[in-house]
Structure formats: structure tokens, C-alpha cells
């Protein structure tokens, strides 16, 4: 990708992928609990450097 987003917006962007057969199990749990942590995406800045790295995996399995 040419230009960086921002956590916030890949969670907001995975948020969709929920109930769809796109992700498995554990990232659907992953995912809720993400957006639950993070208000919908809006807050980040107390995520993991784990946790970040597996937003990313997700987002850009799906949005690269």
C-alpha cells in the first residue's frame, strides 16, 4: 500500500469481516475482543505490539 492506516481504521475495517465466513473462530473472538478494548477502534494506544501485529495479519489478508 502506497500510504499508511492508521490501527484504528484496520479495526474499523476488519469490525466488518465479523459473522462472515472470511475469518476463523479465534479471530472472530480476536476481533470482537479488539473492538470492545479499543472502542470500535477509537482508542488504540494501550494495545500490544502482539496485538497489532495480528490487526495487520488480518487487515491485510483481506484489504491488500
Known sequence: MSQM???????KRIEGLLG???V???EG???SSVIE???CGNDTAHLSDKQVEIIERIHNKHFA
Open 5 to 11: 492506516i492508521s490501527i484504528g481504521t484496520m479495526i
Open 24 to 26: 476463523s473462530d479465534w
Open 29 to 31: 473472538c480476536f476481533i
Open 20 to 22: 462472515t465466513n472470511e
Open 37 to 39: 478494548k479499543t472502542n
